[in-house]
Each structure stands twice: as structure tokens, then as C-alpha cells.
């Protein structure tokens, strides 16, 4: 990767970092039309779609914030490991705390054509969900490798 695309990665990162819904035409501007998005919930094409994918995401959290806690990079793409915190609106006791990576491919242009994140929402959502919770727990404990567990790997 050359350092022109690291700078934008760089850039791309940092403006998650302060992201606010008054940013998201910054976010805009450093994206191509036919962006990629996914994630565990979405599956989206195009610059139109991702923005809405963050305008939904200030509609439904209350102050959510992203933590970039690594950038590294290769010759085909970045990653940006972060931390998403905040609070669901409807579920007032129920807050956010995710950590996962996003994998960023730029366009010869520099602009992102393609933002791809990882995150496990079993673990680090579904288990804190009534019902979904208990399911999601004891599917978990079936796959666990007891001998060898953890409470926490970070």
C-alpha cells in the first residue's frame, strides 16, 4: 500500500473518531460512488445507502462514539480496529460496547471503496437481549472449549 492510500486510511479513521451526524457530509466527500458496506446486520452498495447506514445509527443510539484503537495496513487494503460505545434510545439501560476491524480498500482515486467490519454480535450483543440471551448464551457454552476458556481474550 502506498503511503498516499495510508494517509487516507489514516484520515478515514480519524473522521470515525469524531464522527457526528453534522460529519457525515465530510464522510461523504472521502467515499466513492459505488461503495461496499457490511456488516453482521448490513449488506449495502453505494454511497447513498452507507451514509443511511450511520444516519440510522445516530437515530437509534444516543451519543454512540468510536474509538479507533489500531491502524495497520498491507499492500491491498487497511485495517482499523475500534471500539463503539453508547446507548440504545428505546432501551434506556441498555448500552454498547463493541470492539471489532473494519477492513478499508481505496479506489485509485483514494477514495473508500470498500469498508467491511468484523465484529462478533453474538458475544458483544445478543447475550445482553432477553430471550435472544439465554439462546445465545448456551450456544456459546456448547461451542466453548471448557479446558482451555477464558472470561476475557482482550
Same mark, same amino acid.
Given at each position: ?111 473508500? *471503496? ?26 456459546? *457454552?456448547?461451542?466453548?472449549? *471448557? ?8
Amino acid at each position: 500500500m502506498s503511503v498516499q492510500n495510508e494517509t487516507f486510511i489514516q484520515n478515514y479513521a480519524a473522521l470515525f473518531a469524531e464522527l457526528t451526524p453534522e460529519k457525515l457530509t465530510e464522510l461523504e466527500n472521502i467515499v466513492s460512488d459505488d461503495i461496499v458496506f457490511s456488516d453482521p446486520f448490513n449488506l449495502t452498495h453505494g454511497r447513498d445507502k452507507f451514509i443511511s447506514i450511520f444516519h440510522h445509527m445516530y437515530d437509534v443510539m444516543k451519543k454512540p462514539k468510536f474509538e479507533i484503537l489500531d491502524l495497520t495496513y498491507s499492500d491491498k487494503s487497511g485495517y482499523i480496529k475500534w471500539r463503539l460505545t453508547g446507548h440504545i434510545k428505546k432501551w434506556k439501560s441498555f448500552s454498547i460496547d463493541i470492539t471489532g476491524v473494519s477492513e478499508i480498500i481505496t479506489d485509485e482515486d483514494g477514495k473508500i *471503496k470498500g469498508h467491511y467490519d468484523y465484529w462478533d454480535s453474538a458475544s458483544q450483543l445478543f447475550i445482553f437481549i432477553p430471550i435472544v440471551g439465554t439462546a445465545t448464551r448456551s450456544l456459546l *457454552k456448547l461451542f466453548r472449549n *471448557k479446558k482451555n476458556y477464558s472470561k476475557s481474550a482482550r
